[in-house]
């Protein structure tokens, strides 16, 4: 009988054990070439999600990401990544995984399976409908992502979904569906490949062009990243030398005494605004 999910389908490749180290890279990059247009072919629902995001977070709403498994680690780790990234709070967009935070690291037995838990794990949140859940699961079929963006719809929040399946039942659950499929996987069934570098993507876009509309970039560069080692501190010198025109030195001393790159943009931009205007 023919199995009617993708991302559960035989690989194109057989006898993976005897291919050499050299073809056995050849043909999983030759796999992992085909997956950017396939997300390509997704910015147009993309982009209607992503402006509904910015929308209600603009109404002091949050996102939501809810996973289990891979897709579960892939949304912690985008949600983790924007603070730091963008000077956001970590409470503006928020991973959530089954089995809870251990689950990073080890898997959780059963976790996925629980239709219930995923909405306890968002009621800790108070989560309302100014918010916006995206469920993300490369089968589409995971429990307790299903049962969370139903609970969230049934409370009237905006649901959305990052699958890897056409047609999955979270996809018939949630308003704006991603749909991603990539065809069968190099080791059969094993979505940590295609499927979660396609959710990857997806979620790279999600987040950078939000954090972007809503004003946390300026011209290309990330003037509100929080300071946190000397690396990001030299960049953040480099942007206001870059940006004001003026001496390494004079920029080191003004990020070391305001603590962010936009501040000091700021500064000098209202500066400048009123020396033009007498």
Known sequence: MENKSTTEQASHYNDLEKMSTQDLLKNI????????NIVGESIPKLEILIDVIVSKMKNNGRLFYIGAGTSGRLGVLDASECPPTFGVTDDW?????AGGDSALRKAVENAEDNLYQAWLDLMEYDINKNDVVI????SGGTPYVIGGVRKARENNITTACIVCNNKSPLSLEVEYPIEL??????VTGSTRMKAGTAQKLALNMISTTVMIKLGKVKGNKMVNMQLSNKKLVNRGVKMIVDE???EEELA??????????K????IYKAKSTNENSN
């Open 252 to 261: 080191n001393k003004l990020l070391s005494e305001h603590k962010s790159v």
């Open 181 to 186: 499929v990539v065809g069968p996987e190099f």
């Open 29 to 36: 990059n030759k796999e992992d070439r085909t997956v950017a």
């Open 135 to 138: 469920g993300i699961a490369a």
């Open 93 to 97: 967009i928020i991973g959530l995984i």
């Open 263 to 266: 501040k000091i943009l700021d």
């Open 244 to 246: 004001l025109k003026i």
